[in-house]
């Protein structure tokens, strides 16, 4: 399984950015899918979380803000994250976690820098 994440950039505060992940090797939509971020200096966090079941988990900071979304023909995850703040900065990562095997991957990560 390969995940490649893109879309990442340096933007100001208020902006929006839109991050994919495309996957091989596993299905976008047979599988638990997420976006996790981290921050200079913290531990990874969840971001948004795709669930096979057609669940979706926001992380409380980017509710309301972060869209996570799948393209089932394309077998890619998107993050769409509009009212981008500095404490969005960080390297988003895409996740991919087999329903059967438990065994999980992750994307190479993305930076997102919001500057004010």
């Known amino acids: 399984v390969q995940l490649q994440a893109s879309g990442g950039g340096s933007v100001q505060v208020g902006e929006s950015l839109r991050l994919a992940c495309a996957a091989s090797?596993?299905?976008?939509?047979?599988?638990?899918v997420s976006w996790h971020r981290q921050a200079p200096g913290k531990e990874r966090e969840l971001v948004a979380r795709?669930?096979?079941?057609?669940?979706?988990r926001y992380n409380e900071a980017v509710t309301g803000r972060f869209t996570i979304s799948r393209d089932i023909r394309k077998n890619e995850v998107y993050l769409t994250m509009n009212s981008l703040k500095p404490e969005d900065t960080g390297v988003y990562y895409c996740?991919?976690?087999?329903?059967?095997?438990?065994?999980?991957?992750w994307g190479q990560g993305t930076l997102v820098t919001v500057s004010s």
């Open positions: 795709f669930t096979p079941g057609n669940e979706i």
């Open positions: 996740n991919l976690r087999r329903g059967a095997s438990g065994l999980i991957y």
């Open positions: 090797g596993a299905s976008v939509r047979a599988n638990d």
